[in-house]
């Protein structure tokens, strides 16, 4: 599966829109992209996931690029809820065992 | 619906003690998962199970056995607990091997 970059930290006003890159230069073609999100002390949460077209769900909207060898996780409305390590994540589809391999991630801080 | 849940929440071993922890699903999950994850770091997988009746190894399987009997269980054994498996572990399923992940909320497993 192919690594992803992202920054360790960001910080957010509270009622803004947080914009969480992610690199993953090396992706092929039948990699798709995965967000988890992990609160302090709790399992990560699943968030969305998408191939090379835009995604939304009540949660968040990924956005691909045209090459896919970026993405960026929108949280439209942030709010304190929020704060968390956002896990980028890139795998290939496959039933030889869902073997997500979870980075460093990013830690956001949604302020007042 | 429980979703996943992991027994015990908090442990203290001394070297060399033996324990299971375990994790249960009610959603009918085929995928099960045992991750450990370390302070700092992301998370690393141990082992999974694409069925009942089968296990396979992951990143860091060294140390720790599994047991998949029943669907809806999936068991993380120490059979000698050493200091270095100090950490917190998460177990997680699918429907299917592409399918987003469910966690459960962890146990914290302190070896002295």
């Known amino acids: 599966d192919a690594k992803t970059t992202q920054p360790p930290s960001m910080d957010c006003a509270e009622g803004r829109a947080a914009n969480l890159p992610c690199n993953h230069s090396t992706i092929s073609g039948n990699e798709y992209v995965y967000w988890y999100r992990q609160i302090h002390s709790q399992g990560p949460q699943y968030i969305i996931h998408g191939l090379k077209n835009n995604e939304t769900n009540e949660m968040a909207s990924l956005i691909i690029t045209e090459d896919r060898k970026s993405s960026t996780l929108i949280l439209p409305h942030a709010t304190l809820r929020d704060t968390a390590v956002y896990y980028c994540i890139v795998r290939e589809h496959n039933n030889a065992g869902n073997m997500l391999t979870f980075g460093g991630g990013t830690r956001l801080m949604v302020k007042p | 619906n429980a979703g996943v849940t992991q027994t015990p929440k908090f442990r203290v071993l001394k070297t060399g003690q033996s324990m299971t922890l375990l994790c249960a699903q009610d959603?009918?999950?085929?995928?099960m998962y045992w991750y450990r994850q370390d302070p700092g770091m992301g998370l690393r997988l141990i082992h999974y199970?694409?069925?009942?009746?089968?296990?396979a190894k992951g990143e860091v399987p060294d140390g720790y056995n599994v047991s998949r009997l029943k669907k809806q269980n999936f068991l993380l054994g120490l059979e000698s607990a050493a200091p270095s498996q100090t950490s917190v572990y998460f177990c997680a399923s699918s429907y299917l091997g592409n399918s987003p992940l469910h966690f459960g909320n962890g146990t914290r497993l302190t070896v002295t």
């Open positions: 199970s694409v069925g009942e009746g089968t296990t």
């Open positions: 959603m009918n999950h085929e995928y």
